[in-house]
């Protein structure tokens, strides 16, 4: 076991950080979590409950941002993050990462008629990103 899974066993918890705000990975339904990272988490979970013999494994949802969901995770306040991280060399040097579940690369949306047509085009311009 590692330290993390002995944490969950011995406390009967595990704490899972999720964004309240990251559709469609992890967003609020109401109250509860829901989305993509959400359900892979679920049955990650379930593969807890069943590897630790703790069928009666609770579950608290930690909610957290994008600025603070690494520090969370890596000062184990949450036990996992389920939500759309990019997996960098930085992040890797403070938490683990399971393999890819979800690959994508950057893209752009600009209004039709919009003379920015490549990556190029944006050269001395502001540009917000999500």
């Known amino acids: 076991a590692t330290p993390t899974l002995d944490r969950i066993r011995d406390s009967g918890t595990v704490h899972v950080a999720y964004r309240e705000d990251s559709i ?6 109401g109250s509860k979590p829901v989305g993509y990272a959400i359900d892979i988490c679920s049955r990650l979970i379930d593969s807890i409950k069943t590897s630790l013999k703790r069928p009666d ?8 941002t994008a600025a603070t969901r690494m520090d969370v ?10 939500g759309s991280t990019n997996n960098s060399r930085e992040r890797r040097e403070k938490v683990a990462f399971t393999i890819p579940h979800y690959i994508t690369k950057g893209r752009m949306l600009v209004k039709t008629g919009s003379p920015i047509q490549q990556w190029e085009d944006l050269n001395g311009k502001t540009v917000v990103a999500a």
Not at 24 to 29: A, E, G, I, K, T
Not at 73 to 82: P, Q
């Open 57 to 64: 494994l609770k579950v608290q949802y930690v909610p957290v």
């Open 73 to 82: 995770v890596a000062s184990g306040k949450a036990d996992l993050e389920c």
């Open 24 to 29: 469609p990975f992890s967003y609020l339904d």
